[in-house]
């Protein structure tokens, strides 16, 4: 059964910053690239970053380039989000999600319950 | 970069059917993916691909596409429908970045 387990939120004062990690089981991690999801308090869903499955190739949202560093341990079934210089617009739920796809399309086939990012003072 | 849009709630009677449309340019040249989110729940893959439903997904629900606009469609909606869905697809800029839809809140009367 592929599980997906996030940590690391929390309550963290603007400017700081948080590192989450995702717990991957269940599959073959290093065949699969992986993305960060969030979802704001009552919206939509915004996608944060990704990465593939070598860990060689990653992208950001223009929202987060430059703060947020993706990264995984394929040794440990492990995605991690190094966040850094934390906005209160960062507040949001944050998802791990395996990607599955092609040349005509990706999806997000499996996602992890979410961890709290709350950013204030 | 590129936009999904969707329209924010539509509503459906029991039993009926109900069509939920994304639309957007790089629609043009991927397939969408289409999530059914309840409240508390992380999103749940419901159509992917030109038309393909993961295990467990009821067969009622189904994906189609033409020009810029995909729809998920649910033939005799059923109460446990009720939720938000949202669309994806890739950014048809050429940079490898992803876009959500808005989301569409389907409420079945």
């Known amino acids: 059964e592929v599980q997906l387990v996030e940590s690391g939120g929390g309550l963290v004062q603007p400017g700081g910053s948080l590192r989450l990690s995702c717990a991957a089981s269940?599959?073959?991690?290093?065949?699969?690239?992986m993305n960060w999801v969030r979802q704001t308090p009552g919206k939509g869903l915004e996608w944060v970053s990704y990465?593939?499955?070598?860990?060689?190739?990653?992208y950001y949202a223009d929202s987060v380039k430059g703060r947020f560093t993706i990264s995984r341990d394929n040794a440990k079934n492990s995605l991690s989000l190094q966040m850094n210089s934390l906005r209160v617009e960062d507040t949001a739920v944050y998802y791990c999600?395996?990607?599955?796809?092609?040349?005509?399309?990706?999806?997000?086939?499996?996602w992890g319950q979410g961890t709290l990012v709350t950013v204030s003072s | 970069s590129s936009e999904l849009t969707q329209d924010p709630a539509v509503s459906v009677a029991l039993g009926q059917t109900v069509r939920i449309p994304c639309h957007g340019d790089?629609?043009?040249?991927?397939?969408a993916g289409w999530y059914q989110q309840k409240p508390g729940q992380a999103p749940l893959l419901v159509i992917y691909?030109?038309?393909n439903r993961p295990s467990g997904i009821p067969d009622r629900f189904s994906g189609s596409s033409s020009g810029n606009t995909a729809s998920l469609t649910i033939t005799g909606a059923q109460a446990e429908d009720e939720a938000d869905y949202y669309c994806?697809?890739?950014?048809?800029?050429?940079?490898?970045?992803?876009?959500f839809g808005g989301g569409t809140k389907l409420t079945v009367l």
């Open positions: 999600a395996r990607e599955d796809g092609g040349e005509v399309g990706f999806w997000f086939d499996y």
């Open positions: 269940g599959f073959i991690f290093d065949s699969y690239e």
């Open positions: 990465i593939s499955g070598s860990g060689s190739t990653i």
């Open positions: 790089s629609l043009r040249t991927y397939y």
């Open positions: 691909g030109k038309d």
């Open positions: 994806t697809s890739r950014d048809s800029s050429g940079n490898h970045l992803k876009v």
